[in-house]
């Protein structure tokens, strides 16, 4: 079975900084994409990064420069610091991979940034 759990979200002024956590199970970690998605009230889940197996990393716009994905493949987990943040980053931030067809998600980690 496949879980992924988030955490790490939280409270912050403008211009802090989270780091995210992702801990998979139930796959083989070390060959799968994995992928960080945001959603804020009222708007459709987007897409913020994702890191291949080999260590590849794809951001969306709003992501370059401020947010890293990282992974630990000995800790099944994969990270998301996010520098700078601002306002419009408040958001559910939600961990998933795609397994056998089928599209995984965390429960999400709330982040709220205060003005």
């Known amino acids: 079975q496949v879980q992924l759990v988030e955490s790490g979200g939280g409270l912050v002024q403008t211009g802090g900084s989270l780091r995210l956590s992702c801990a998979a199970s139930?796959?083989?970690?070390?060959?799968?994409?994995m992928a960080w998605y945001r959603q804020a009230p009222g708007k459709q889940r987007e897409l913020v990064a994702n890191i291949t197996s080999g260590h590849s990393t794809n951001y969306a716009d709003f992501a370059k420069g401020r947010f890293t994905a990282s992974r630990d493949n000995a800790r099944r987990t994969v990270y998301l610091q996010m520098n700078s943040l601002k306002p419009e980053d408040t958001a559910v931030y939600y961990c998933s991979t795609l397994h056998r067809g089928a599209q995984y998600w965390g429960r999400g980690t709330q982040v709220t940034v205060s003005s």
């Open positions: 139930g796959i083989n970690f070390r060959i799968y994409t």
